[in-house]
T-cell receptor, first 110, second 112 residues
């Protein structure tokens, strides 16, 4: 089955800096790659996603890149703000189910 | 609450008891899922269902059971055979194909 590795497990940045979280996947048939943000005690919320026929997607301060050949994808957050502090999960989907990475705890200090 | 409702929010169970977690959606999604979340473990798939009256085991199905009698509902039973049931349980739904999930707000189960 699919295996998703996510790094780093924790990331601390200063407000205004950029943050990058990286994921690799194992199944070349996976075709959909979402990113979720989860605040403490809350449900995961979809923040951006990318499909396998696209290399990059941007939405204001966040962007995702996908390298199908290398089987990795990354989340980029620019001009970080304290409210960006949360756990971020990457995931990969083949057929009907998502396989999640173990998460990255992002802490943005004022 | 976002179209998918989990209840209760908090649940306490004595060892040896079965307990059922509720998940209802009004999004007209075909597929529904149950994940378990433990600290540092990410989200692990317990069971999923793509259509009424059909469901498949996920990666950690042992000690759990589900039913899908209605499109809107996908209850999860945590049985006494689950050795370490204390966790945060998340239900999700989606349309078919390369699309993301909508998550419920979760149920935190504690065995006492």
């Amino acid at each position: 089955g699919e295996n998703v590795e996510q790094h780093p497990s924790t990331l601390s940045v200063q407000e205004g800096d950029s943050a990058v979280i990286k994921c690799t996947y194992s199944d070349s048939a996976s075709n959909y790659f979402p990113w979720y943000k989860q605040e403490l005690g809350k449900r995961p919320q979809l923040i951006i996603d990318i499909r396998s026929n696209v290399g990059e997607k941007k939405d204001q301060r966040i962007a995702v890149t996908l390298n199908k050949t290398a089987k990795h994808f990354s989340l980029h957050i620019t001009e970080t703000q304290p409210e960006d502090s949360a756990v971020y999960f990457c995931a990969a989907k083949r057929d009907s189910t998502l396989t999640f990475g173990k998460g990255t705890m992002l802490l943005v200090s004022p | 609450d976002g179209g998918i409702t989990q209840s209760p929010k908090y649940l306490f169970r004595k060892e040896g008891q079965n307990v059922t977690l509720s998940c209802e959606q009004n999004l007209n999604h075909d597929a529904m899922y149950w994940y378990r979340q433990d600290p540092g473990q990410g989200l692990r798939l317990i069971y999923y269902s793509q259509i009424v009256n059909d469901f498949q085991k996920g990666d950690i199905a042992e000690g759990y059971s589900v039913s899908r009698e209605k499109k809107e509902s996908f209850p999860l039973t945590v049985t006494s055979a689950q050795k370490n049931p204390t966790a945060f349980y998340l239900c999700a739904s989606s349309v078919r194909g390369p699309n993301g999930y909508t998550f419920g707000s979760g149920t935190r189960l504690t065995v006492v």
